[in-house]
């Protein structure tokens, strides 16, 4: 194909994704690293978030229209293209041309899913560079009416040409309808895989409970039935595997009975790891009141300077704390440590700055594991959520319209009122009342918030 008038050879490569309970996905990667590419060719595909607008559109363009020759090449028959977030929309260029510019013929093949609700996330590109480095696959005048007029917006250009559209959380189909007037989105709330995000302990306990569970995670809206000492047991050895994992990495020596917080996440500023530290004396007392230690994670984006520095800053807090509070912050946040995290803490928190988080999925991976979520209600947290049955809420309800600074004055109230004085005299003297939620959390979030509900939505109201 051809990428600012040089023809570029692209490769795919072949990734079988096995299922543990039998089923098997392709997923092709596209490589331009060959020999007979132009040596600046050959980056295109070396680097994900590198370069400038120029190198993203070139990426974006391999992605999306590369994308739909190789499935082309390989005959593979596509009836849908899916396109998640904007970044392969070049694809229904691609597919005006091989339907003779017969937009309600592309528009059937199309699906898009918006990922984000802030205006800034969306690429964009200068036309400039667009006929630059793509040439005129449409007529200029055609591509700026379903692109935008000014700039080429990737979103709008998808929206267009898609007749399928969807948020990613209710809430977040209403920020993205706020944001794009006249389009009809709806919302599939996300899930995740409940057999990868469950830890050894709770899937020989769904396995004991509800044979089959793996691949039809429904069955786990009886957890209600599942005897109290065997939840805790499977939680403790969770737990166990976490806190050895933290007590050999680290020298704070954290223990296994001690109410257990954890946050962990991409470290960028929306998601404010530090909101928890905005008052260091209201979590010394809460300590006092009963023990918590924390455990952090989360890496910063190498190109998101705010994001290192709020790595910095909580290390300063710990630092504060140091001799009062156990705080660990593990390095190398990846899909291991993720699943040892969400399985081996007691409470899960998550404070993003609303409405910034589209869904969140940490959280549902938590509750497959019986941990609590502790909340701000954003993304899939607030369909997720009730309060005191699933898990706790921080700050306003949803349809609450309050200013900027009312929101973070009852989000620190919530924060350290409902710690020192629900959760952890909960979590040390009624333990049954605990279990309970845990079970809620179980019942009522594991059963729904996974990718079987997902798939299954998508083919019913998108695919079919
Ligand atoms: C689940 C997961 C995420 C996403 O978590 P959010 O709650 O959506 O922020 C990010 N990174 C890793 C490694 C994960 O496992």
Redesign the pocket.
């Known amino acids: 194909m051809q990428i600012q008038k040089r023809d570029v050879t692209i490769r795919p490569w072949l990734y079988t994704v096995k299922s543990q309970t039998g089923g098997v996905v392709s997923v092709y990667f596209l490589d331009t690293d060959l020999e007979g590419n132009n040596p600046e060719d050959r980056e295109i595909t070396s680097s994900l978030y590198g370069g400038d607008e120029r190198y993203r559109l070139k990426q974006e363009i391999v992605l999306g229209i590369g994308g739909v020759r190789i499935l082309d090449a390989l005959g593979l028959g596509v009836h849908k293209y899916h396109m998640n977030e904007g970044h392969s929309s070049l694809l229904a260029l691609e597919l005006l041309k091989k339907n003779g510019m017969d937009i309600d013929k592309v528009r059937s093949l199309c699906v898009f899913t918006t990922h984000t609700p802030i205006e800034a996330g969306h690429d964009k590109f200068s036309y400039d560079v667009v006929r630059e480095v793509l040439g005129e696959p449409v007529p200029l005048d055609m591509l700026k009416k379903m692109g935008g007029e000014e700039r080429l917006n990737m979103t709008l250009l998808a929206l267009n040409l898609s007749n399928y559209l969807n948020g990613v959380a209710k809430r977040h189909r209403d920020s993205a309808r706020a944001m794009f007037p006249g389009y009809e989105i709806h919302a599939i709330t996300n899930g ?1 895989h409940s057999y990868t ?1 469950t830890c050894e302990s709770f899937r020989n306990l769904y396995d004991k409970y509800f044979p089959g569970w793996a691949n039809e995670p429904d069955l786990l809206v009886r957890a209600d039935g599942i005897l109290d000492e065997d939840v805790w047991r499977a939680h403790m050895d969770g737990k166990k595997v976490l806190i050895d994992y933290v007590n050999k990495a680290t020298n704070v020596g954290m223990n296994y009975d001690t109410l257990t917080l954890g946050f ?3 470290a960028t500023g929306y ?1 404010r790891a530090d909101l928890l530290f905005s008052d260091i004396e209201k979590l010394k007392r809460t300590n006092g009141k009963g023990r918590i230690q924390l455990i952090l994670s ?1 890496k910063a984006h190498p190109r998101d300077d705010s994001g290192r520095k709020l790595i910095e800053q909580i290390f300063g807090y710990m630092q504060k704390l140091e001799g009062e509070i156990k705080i660990v912050y593990l390095a190398n ?3 291991d ?3 040892k995290l ?1 399985s081996g803490v007691d409470v899960w928190l ?1 404070t ?1 700055l609303r409405p910034l ?1 589209a ?7 938590a509750a497959h594991n019986g941990v609590i979520n502790f909340s701000v209600l954003d ?1 899939w947290w607030v369909e997720g959520w009730i309060e005191g049955v699933t898990g706790w809420a921080i700050g306003p309800r949803p349809n609450e319209n309050v200013s900027v600074e009312e929101c973070r004055r009852k989000e620190l109230d919530d924060l350290y009122n409902k710690l020192e004085n629900i959760i952890v005299p909960m979590f040390y003297s009624r333990r049954d009342e605990w279990i309970k939620m845990m079970k809620g959390s179980i019942g009522k979030i594991a059963y729904y918030f996974n990718s079987h509900r997902v798939v299954q939505r998508y083919v019913i109201e998108a695919y079919l």
């Open positions: 995740i995000w962990a996440r991409r998601k989360g946040y990846d899909m440590l993720a699943a969400v998550n993003p988080e869904s969140g999925t940490s959280g549902m991976k993304g």
